[in-house]
Nanobody, 126 residues
């Protein structure tokens, strides 16, 4: 069973930055061959796509709402994926989840992912 553990969330003022981390562990398929994604869910809203990265970091995708402000990256030697969030806005407030899928190709669809973390809260104050 793959386990994903997010960290790095917290409270930040608008315009500030945070870096989320997601550490993967578990038997079987090596993390380095999995694609990864970040999603978020605000209170009363559906879970939405934020960013995704393929296994080699050669391909990334971002939601329009975060493009130019957020950067997804990964370190396969550390089995970790990151989400650098800059110029944060109050509307970025949500629980952020990382997810992994057992394929090298990235996806923007939550239904394509096989394993999920427990989430980390990000709160941006105005």
């Amino acid at each position: 069973q793959v386990q994903l553990v997010e960290s790095g969330g917290g409270l930040v003022q608008a315009g500030g930055s945070l870096r989320l981390s997601c550490a993967a562990s578990g038997p079987g398929r090596t993390f380095s061959r999995n694609s990864m994604g970040w999603f978020r869910q605000a209170p009363g809203k559906e879970r939405e796509f934020v960013a995704a990265i393929n296994w080699s970091s050669s391909s990334t995708a971002y939601a329009d709402s975060v493009k130019g402000r957020f950067t997804i990256s990964r370190d396969n030697a550390k089995n970790t994926v990151y989400l650098q969030m800059n110029s944060l806005k109050p509307e970025d407030t949500a629980v952020y989840y990382c997810a992994t899928r057992k394929t090298t190709y990235r996806s923007i669809y939550s239904t394509d992912y096989d394993y999920w973390g427990q989430g980390t809260q990000v709160t941006v104050s105005s």
